[in-house]
């Protein structure tokens, strides 16, 4: 079983739109979620942390977190051709002593002009 | 805003050879990493280096591998003797300790794409 899986897309959606990405783990305990976005050939840029269930919004991106069920969400709303890449889900389990992160594979998204 | 940085951006040696990349973490971080993607792969952890020693390191950081701090701002990793898939891009990241380290976010680097011949 993958620790961290999501979906790979693409998920194409219209500009305006909502985008919504999901993301499950294996590791019950984990205890810190992140979401970041990568451009293309670039580096994961931090977009939202979110560490207790329910919802955490900042600006455009809504994070969900529900532990019993081991998902964790990113909404974007109003997309924008701009939030065209791949968004990371990574999460830190309660076994990495060193803090370390495990990563999903990622979910390309497309936003359509 | 600070930001960790990453020296070279590009690296090609030749395989067998000794590469070291290097980073710049942010000032006030006391928590350090190394991750690797190779082309099309997702993010993958490499190590964990805080207080001088290494807390953490997955399967990948085999013998090969070595980190070390030989200052108060550089932190390095280097490959001794390069092999043909250890071509990938090897981010750095940093985390503060501060609220407790669990609950800070790591701050990637841009990335130093080594390209192993």
């Known amino acids: 079983q993958k620790e961290v899986e999501q979906n790979s897309g693409p998920l194409s959606v219209p500009e305006g739109a909502i985008a919504s990405l999901n993301c499950t783990y294996s590791?019950?305990?984990?205890?810190?979620f992140f979401w970041y976005r990568q451009y293309s050939g670039k580096s994961p840029e931090l977009i939202m942390s979110?560490?207790?269930?329910g919802d955490k919004e900042d600006g455009r991106f809504t994070a969900q977190l529900n532990k019993a069920s081991q998902y964790v969400s990113l909404l974007i709303r109003d997309s924008q051709p701009s939030d065209s890449a791949t968004y990371l889900c990574?999460?830190?389990?309660?076994?990495?002593?060193?803090?370390?992160?495990?990563f999903g594979g990622g979910t390309r998204v497309l936003v359509k002009p | 805003e600070p930001e960790v940085t990453q020296t070279p951006s590009h690296q090609v040696t030749q395989m067998g050879q000794e590469v070291i990349l290097r980073c710049v973490p942010i000032?006030?971080?006391?928590?350090f990493y190394w991750y690797r993607q190779i082309l099309g792969q997702k993010v993958e952890f490499l190590v964990s280096?805080?207080?001088?020693?290494?807390?953490?390191k997955s399967e990948i950081f085999d013998d090969q591998f070595s980190v070390e701090r030989p200052d108060g701002s550089n932190f390095t990793l280097k490959i001794r003797s390069t092999k043909l898939e250890d071509s990938a891009m090897y981010f750095c990241?940093?985390?503060?300790?501060?609220?407790?380290?669990?609950?800070?976010?790591?701050?990637f680097g841009d990335g130093t794409r080594l390209s192993i011949l």
């Open positions: 990241a940093s985390s503060e300790n501060f609220g407790g380290p669990s609950n800070q976010p790591q701050h």
């Open positions: 590791d019950r305990g984990s205890q810190s």
């Open positions: 979110i560490y207790s269930n």
């Open positions: 990574a999460v830190k389990g309660i076994k990495a002593a060193g803090n370390k992160l495990t």
């Open positions: 000032s006030n971080h006391l928590y």
């Open positions: 280096f805080y207080n001088n020693e290494i807390s953490e």
